[in-house]
């Protein structure tokens, strides 16, 4: 199953969970009706017999007025719930008990966590995720949480950190990027959310049972106290019912996507030995997967283990053996290893982190072994050739901007550096303005960053970008803003967007923008079919313009493009007099957000055949596909521009 089609997938199972929801919900808040009721009737005051009829009719204003309240209660503690998620993954992985790892970490395993989570998100093309460890859980265990990639946090366990060797730890984060690429953040932070409404009342209930018992009602047995005493154990007993249903839906949601993170942290890493170890540790280890410090019940349907002890209908999870028999066929239950905290540390060595500034990708590779259906067959899917070249980019980065890209404070001069002109004339230009924002010293640690960039490669832009979100996240809010609106101003100084700035730009303000609003949904434009339809031909006409240099060949690759939308495309030219411009390329892909996956699938196969069309590939290009992706939320592993197969020979 690719990318687009999880998607389409994860669109599904969020209705049929609205639909879930909302027939939960409608059930217990006709049995709180009832129970209300049926406690407040008194039958003899009428002097009839009870009838169901009478019984509807005298209390209809009771059971009205009931259900109202019930589901203001129940929306009210959903909302509650989701606003305290609205921070985001940090917010959730924080309320768990998470300890953030700082992104210039110097502990040996903390370390280690952090490169392999890097490495994953730049063979994976999103933004480096916040890591966080658990510091008071001592079972095997991980989550990744938030609405989007640039808003995600992956946290692991005390005991996931230091009972786990590296490969076992790459398969385990391998598995909760699978969540993260493929949407599962999003349905999970909304099942919290969601299912804390519905579980409310048995909070309630117990809360009114108590009240009755040990308060002030025990101590006058009168009817009202009767009565209150039995409204809170029908709380109680919808409450379990809530509790039913709660765990029904995240049982059914989350099982079988689990299967699929399993075998997307597999292809990731192309070793099952990994991921398999690690499970078969957890089935041999005394604390195996359990969330003590904080409650599983909310969380568990977004854990790389249960949490819990909870199986058959109630499980989230498929059965730890055979999830491991998926990996390992010949596996047997007796085959579990003892595993013991004492021997934390033994295989969780520290690593060495060989970097070197040597290395220099090419700014031109043929791509003549890469198929356009391929491009688009691995979004959301990095290979193991991906997770080498990560490895090579993140060892290959000088010292100096590896460790600026980890401060939260010099993370904000290297950003700015990484957007600077190369013209002499607008770079003085910029300068001139950096000394009046920002001083002279801050300007001049910009410099050096941006002379060391100069020597390094540009190809290392978007990946030293990438690692640096961490750091950024560190800054309030509004400096956050500050930074997007002084790239903005620095790229407007010569009066003239070129294509790298506008691509640098738009990547860079649409992940601070989820890190500023987690919770707020990527805009949706709506759009005429027509509308969306000429912003597709216009952004391939862009694509065309950029990799080719003569009209002939900028035709041909339009056309190569245009081609793979079928007969519509018919009615559209290349007119080689029109020249488009950054300004009609945002507006283009503002139109194409609107696109739904199979949509974003087709267009990129045409851009893909566009760019691929002459057998060449520029930088430029490059960092064009990975911009067009990034703004319509598609996770492209960076497969273009430098030489997968060269690198993995040498990245390992």
């Known amino acids: 199953m690719n990318f687009f089609e ?335 905290f004492r021997d934390r540390g033994v295989a969780a060595h520290a690593e060495v982190d060989d970097r070197s500034a040597g290395f220099a990708g090419a700014a031109h590779t043929s791509s003549a072994g890469i198929a356009p259906v391929a491009v688009s067959a691995s979004v959301g899917q990095p290979s193991e050739q991906h997770i080498a070249f990560a490895r090579h980019i993140r060892r290959a980065v000088p010292d100096t901007l590896y460790d600026a890209a980890h401060s939260p404070q010099l993370s904000y001069l290297l950003v700015i550096a990484l957007i600077l002109d190369r013209n002499r004339a607008t770079l003085e230009k910029q300068q001139a303005m950096l000394n009046d924002i920002l001083g002279d010293e801050r300007t001049r640690l910009i410099f050096e960053f941006y002379t060391q960039l100069q020597a390094v490669g540009l190809e290392f832009r978007l990946p030293l970008l990438e690692i640096a979100f961490p750091a950024l996240r560190q800054r309030p809010v509004p400096q956050l803003q500050f930074l997007i609106d002084l790239t903005s101003r620095l790229i407007e100084a010569d009066g003239d967007i070129e294509l790298y700035e506008f691509c640098f730009y738009r990547v860079l303000a649409s992940n601070l923008r989820q890190v500023m609003q987690p919770s707020k949904p990527a805009r949706r434009t709506r759009a005429e079919r027509e509308d969306v339809r000429d912003a597709a031909v216009e952004l391939l006409r862009v694509v065309a313009e950029h990799g080719h240099d003569n009209d002939a060949d900028r035709a041909a690759a339009f056309h190569a493009g245009l081609d793979h939308f079928g007969k519509w495309g018919d009615a559209y030219e290349y007119h080689s007099e029109i020249r488009s411009t950054t300004f009609s390329l945002e507006k283009s892909l503002d139109q194409l957000v609107s696109l739904n996956a199979e949509g974003r699938q087709m267009l990129l196969d045409a851009v893909t055949r566009v760019v691929l069309h002459d057998d060449q590939l520029t930088l430029a290009e490059a960092e064009l596909v990975r911009t067009i992706c990034a703004s319509l939320e598609i996770p492209l592993p960076p497969q273009f521009g430098v030489s997968l197969d060269a690198v993995a020979k040498t990245g390992s």
């Open 6 to 340: 999880v998607q389409d997938q994860a669109r599904r199972t969020s209705r049929r969970l609205v639909l879930l929801y909302l027939l939960s919900t409608a059930l217990i808040i006709a049995g709180v009706s009832l129970i209300v009721a049926a406690a407040l009737y008194d039958g003899a005051a009428y002097g009839q017999p009870f009838t169901f009829s009478s019984f509807f009719s005298r209390q209809a204003p009771v059971l009205a007025g009931t259900a109202v309240i019930t589901a203001l209660f129940i929306a009210g503690a959903t909302l509650v719930k989701t606003a305290q998620l609205s921070g985001g993954g940090g917010r959730v992985a924080a309320q768990m008990g998470g300890t953030l790892v700082s992104p210039d970490t110097r502990d040996p395993l903390r370390s280690r966590l952090r490169n392999v989570v890097e490495e994953m998100a730049i063979a994976s093309g999103v933004p480096v995720p916040e890591i966080y460890v658990l510091e008071q859980e001592l079972g095997i265990n991980a989550f990744a949480a938030g609405y989007a990639p640039g808003d995600a946090a992956v946290a692991v366990t005390r005991g996931a950190l230091e009972l786990l060797d590296r490969d076992e730890l790459q398969g385990v984060i391998g598995h909760e990027f699978s969540h993260i690429l493929n949407g599962d953040m999003r349905l999970n932070i909304r099942l919290m959310g969601v299912l804390f409404g519905i579980m409310a009342l048995g909070l309630m209930g117990r809360m009114v049972f108590r009240s009755v018992r040990y308060g002030g009602f025990s101590s006058r047995r009168g009817n009202g106290a009767g009565v209150v005493f039995v409204i809170g154990l029908g709380l109680i007993v919808l409450g379990s019912v809530g509790v039913f249903f709660a765990r029904l839906i995240k049982s059914g949601v989350s099982r079988q996507r689990e299967f699929l993170a399993d075998a997307s942290a597999v292809q990731f890493t192309r070793q099952t030995d990994g991921l398999a170890g690690a499970l078969k540790k957890i089935g041999g280890y005394e604390n195996g997967s359990l969330i003590q410090a904080a409650d599983p019940e909310e969380v568990s349907h977004m854990l790389f283990g249960t949490g819990s002890r909870f199986s058959g209908l109630f499980a989230t999870h498929p059965p730890l053996t055979e999830r491991i028999r998926a990996l390992d066929p010949a596996f047997r239950e007796s085959d579990y290893p003892p595993v013991n």
